[in-house]
């Protein structure tokens, strides 16, 4: 088992930064890839960033490409995603899992709570 617990989400304006931080515990850390996916009211689940096992390899959905740095740390089993010139679309609820190094969400198999990011025009 892996317990994922996300924090740093907020309320920006258009253009601001936050930076999401994904804190896990339980199974080796570095066991697994980790990806950051996100949920807009009446929309489905999509990807946003991944990371490999050691951080050698990154993917971004094309929404978020120049704009978002996903990273991790195995010594303290977090990980990140900094974002920036953040936009109103980019409103959801973020959630960090931790699975397979995909963009597909069914390939993760632990998920955390999820933390809201609103972005005000």
């Known amino acids: 088992q892996v317990q994922l617990v996300e924090s740093g989400g907020g309320l920006v304006q258009a253009g601001g930064s936050l930076n999401l931080t994904c804190a896990a515990s339980?199974?080796?850390?570095?066991?697994?890839?980790m990806g950051w996916f996100r949920q807009a009211p009446g929309k489905e689940r999509e990807f946003a960033a991944t990371?490999?096992?050691?951080?050698?390899?990154?993917n971004y959905a094309d929404s978020v490409k120049g704009r978002f740095s996903i990273s991790r740390d195995n010594a303290k089993s977090t990980v990140y995603l900094q974002m920036n010139r953040l936009k109103p679309e980019d409103t959801a609820v973020y959630y960090c899992?931790?699975?397979?190094?995909?963009?597909?969400?069914?390939?993760?198999?632990?998920w955390g709570q999820g933390t809201q990011v609103t972005v005000s025009s």
């Open positions: 899992a931790a699975g397979t190094y995909s963009t597909q969400w069914s390939e993760y198999g632990y």
């Open positions: 339980g199974r080796r850390f570095s066991n697994y890839a």
């Open positions: 990371v490999n096992w050691y951080g050698g390899s990154t």
